[in-house]
C-alpha cells in the first residue's frame, strides 16, 4: 500500500437531511510520521459538534485552516454500476456537476407514487403507504442485487430506496447539491475515489472528500458481538467506550477534555447521542486509514469503481465479498487486498499537543 500523506485535518460528518442531526469529528495532525523511531502519524480529536450552517467544508476551512483536509460523509458517493450504465453514465464527478440541470432536473425529487420513478427520477418513494421495493425494481428494470453497489454488500441500505432507519438516499441528495455547489462555485474539491488514488490527492492541495460509513468500523470497538445492541440506547453505548478507547490509543490518538467526558459519559442522552457516536467512530476509522492501519480498501482490475460506484473508505474487498457470496454469488474473490488490522500496528505513544482547537 503506497505511503499516504498524513492530512492536517480529518473530519467526519454524520450527516442527515436534519442540519440539527449533521454531527461532525474533527480530528487535528499532532505529529507526523517519523520512520527513524517507527512513530506514525498522530492525531487528537479536537471538536464534536453540531455542523454550522451553509458550506461544511468552507466553514471546517475558515475555521482550522489547514494545509490538507480530508472529510468523509457517511452517504453514498456513487451510482450502482447497472443504474449507470442504463442510464448513460460514465463518470461519477461529471453526473454530479450536472444535477438540476437537463436532463437531471428532477433526479432531486423523490417518487410520490410508483408512476413517477424512472431512470432520471430514481428515488422512492416520498412517504410510506402502498409502497414496495418491487415498484423500484420493475420500473427502474432493474434488480434487487442490481440497485446496490460492490461496496454496499449486504448491510447498507441500497441508495434509491428512501424509507426506514437505514434509509440515505434523502440525505445523500442534500450533500450531493452541497458538493455540487461547492465545486462549481470554484473550490478545489477531489472526490475519492473517482479523482485519483488515496496516496496522490492527499499529496496534493485539494480537500479530499471520502465516502464513510461508522458502522464498517464497530467491528474494532465490539458492537457487532453484542445480540440486540442498538448506538440509539446510551446504555449500549457505554458497553463499547472501553474498547473504543482502546482502540483510539492504539492509534495513538489523544482527545480534547471535553470530548473525551462526553465519550466517557456514552454520548449524549438523548437523541444526538448516536450521531455523536457515529462521528467519533467514523474520525477514528479515518485515523486508522491514513496511519496506514487499515487499507482504503479499493478493490484491484474494477473501473466501475473509480469511474461510477465508489467505495467506503476502509472497507475491505474481501470482506464485502465474502458476505456478498454468501448471499447471492455476485462477487468472485479478490486476492489483492490483504487483512485489515484495525489500529494493531499502532503503538501508544507520549501525551502530545495539538496546534489545532
Known amino acids: ?41 498522530r492525531y487528537r480529536i479536537v471538536s464534536l459538534a453540531v455542523a454550522a450552517p451553509g458550506d461544511l467544508i468552507a466553514g471546517l476551512l475558515s475555521r482550522y485552516r489547514p494545509a490538507r483536509m480530508l472529510i468523509g460523509f457517511d452517504f453514498p458517493l456513487g451510482l450502482p454500476r447497472a443504474y449507470a450504465a442504463a442510464a448513460a453514465v460514465t463518470s461519477f464527478p461529471e453526473f454530479l456537476g450536472q444535477l438540476g440541470e437537463e436532463p437531471w432536473h428532477e433526479f432531486g425529487h423523490v417518487a410520490g407514487d410508483k408512476s413517477e420513478i424512472s431512470l432520471r427520477r430514481p428515488f422512492y418513494p416520498d412517504r410510506p403507504g402502498g ?9 427502474l428494470g432493474l434488480s ?4 446496490r ?33 461547492a465545486r462549481a462555485e470554484g473550490a478545489d474539491v477531489a472526490l475519492w475515489p473517482f ?19 461508522p458502522r464498517e468500523f464497530y467491528r474494532y470497538i465490539g458492537a457487532l458481538g453484542r445480540p440486540g445492541w442498538s448506538k440509539r440506547r446510551q446504555a449500549d453505548r457505554l458497553l463499547c467506550v472501553p474498547a473504543l478507547l482502546d ?43 491514513v496511519t496506514g492501519a487499515v487499507a482504503p480498501g479499493v478493490p484491484a482490475g474494477d473501473p466501475a469503481v473509480t469511474s461510477t460506484e465508489g467505495w467506503i473508505l476502509g472497507r475491505a474487498a474481501f470482506a464485502v465479498q465474502k458476505r456478498a457470496r454468501r448471499s447471492s454469488g455476485t462477487w468472485e474473490p479478490d486476492q489483492t487486498n490483504g487483512q485489515n488490522d484495525g489500529g494493531v500496528l499502532c503503538r501508544r505513544q507520549p501525551e502530545p499537543r495539538s496546534t489545532l482547537s
Open 247 to 289: 482502540w483510539a490509543g492504539r492509534l495513538g490518538v489523544d482527545w480534547d477534555a471535553g470530548v473525551l467526558r462526553r465519550i466517557r459519559a456514552g454520548c449524549d442522552a438523548g437523541p444526538a447521542g448516536e450521531d455523536e457516536f457515529d462521528a467519533v467512530v467514523g474520525v477514528l476509522g479515518m485515523i486508522s486509514v
Open 195 to 213: 479523482d485519483g488514488e488515496l496516496s496522490a490527492l492527499l499529496a496534493g492541495p485539494a480537500v479530499v472528500v471520502a465516502e464513510t460509513y
Open 149 to 181: 453497489r460492490r461496496c454496499d454488500g449486504t448491510d447498507a441500505e441500497t441508495l434509491f430506496w428512501t424509507l426506514g432507519g437505514k434509509q440515505v438516499g434523502k440525505a445523500a441528495l442534500t450533500g450531493w447539491t452541497m458538493l455540487r455547489h
Open 1 to 41: 500500500m503506497p505511503e499516504l500523506t498524513p492530512p492536517d485535518l480529518l473530519a467526519h460528518a454524520d450527516w442527515s437531511i436534519s442540519p440539527r442531526k449533521r454531527l461532525v469529528a474533527a480530528a487535528g495532525l499532532v505529529s507526523a510520521e517519523n520512520p527513524l523511531v517507527g512513530q506514525r502519524p
Open 144 to 147: 434487487a442485487a442490481q440497485i
Open 131 to 139: 409502497t414496495r421495493r418491487a415498484h423500484l425494481h420493475a420500473a
